[in-house]
């Protein structure tokens, strides 16, 4: 009887470590409370934002981050819990569920493993207002790009009135 729930279980705990392989982070939440619709709608987030979110027994999580990068956040598994997943952007699962919890305040980030550190609650609402990489590197890219078109607007007047000059 024992080894039948035990190889019931191994599928789950499986899929879980297909998950974390490759994680850049790991975010849990306590999703108590939370309607289906809010669910639904968060679902969806998550998804768009390339997060996989995911409600699993604790038990579960814990046998899956056991031995990995992510097995500081075992004392946070109590309770109901979530876990989101991103592999690709390290700061999209604290950002979306923090952005969603201001719509839903049932929704509690717990704590989370970014790029191998581990934050606790207070820590990962700070993660969760870096903006992604694609947003910090286009402000980046304009912040390059504005002293560059100054200097040729520049250059361009200078030459305007050189010529302007070499009319009259």
Known sequence: MLVAKVEEKSPIV???KGHLDG????VLADYLGLTVEQDTKLRRATREAGVVYKVYKNTMIKRAVEGTEFESIIPDLEGP???A????????PA???A????KAPKLELKS???EGTYYDQAGIQVIATIPSREELLSKFLG???SPITNFARVIKQVAEQKESGAEA
């Open 23 to 26: 994680a850049k982070s790991v």
């Open 85 to 92: 997943i991103s592999k690709e952007d390290a700061t999209a």
């Open 143 to 145: 912040s390059i790009q």
């Open 95 to 97: 950002r979306v569920l």
């Open 112 to 114: 989370g493993v970014v």
């Open 14 to 16: 499986e899929e879980i």
């Open 81 to 83: 819990t979530a876990i």
């Open 99 to 102: 952005t969603f919890a201001k």
